[in-house]
Nanobody
Framework: QVQLVESGGGLVQAGGSLRLSCAASGRTFSSYSMGWFRQAPGKDREFVASINWSGSSTYYADSMKGRFTISRDNAKATVNLQMNSLKPEDTAVYYC??????????????????WGQGTQVTVSS
């Protein structure tokens, strides 16, 4: 059973930065792409960023490009999301997720089968 545990959320002022981390259990972490998604109050969950199994390829939602950076450390089984220049509209619960298939790379939410419990990010204006 795969478990994903996010950390690093909190309250930050607009223009500030936060670094989210997701620790994964299991021995096959390096075979799966990972993604970050977020859900703001009253809104649908949306894609933020994804990274392939080796870390050689990344993909971002348009509104995050240039501000957010996804990375992974396969030796530590962690995936990170560095968020800079945060805006109030970035306020949401952020979730990490693992792709359902090994060696598949996607930003589609239904391609991800394991999810963390989420971590709250609040950006004040």
């Amino acid at each position: 059973q795969v478990q994903l545990v996010e950390s690093g959320g909190g309250l930050v002022q607009a223009g500030g930065s936060l670094r989210l981390s997701c620790a994964a259990s299991g021995r096959t972490f390096s075979s799966y792409s990972m993604g970050w998604f977020r859900q703001a109050p009253g809104k649908d969950r949306e894609f933020v960023a994804s990274i392939n199994w080796s870390g050689s390829s990344t993909y971002y939602a348009d509104s995050m490009k240039g501000r957010f950076t996804i990375s992974r450390d396969n030796a530590k089984a962690t995936v990170n999301l560095q968020m800079n220049s945060l805006k109030p509209e970035d306020t949401a619960v952020y979730y990490c997720a693992r792709n359902r298939r090994p060696y598949a790379f996607s930003y589609a939410m239904d391609e991800y089968s394991y999810w963390g419990q989420g971590t709250q990010v609040t950006v004040s204006s």
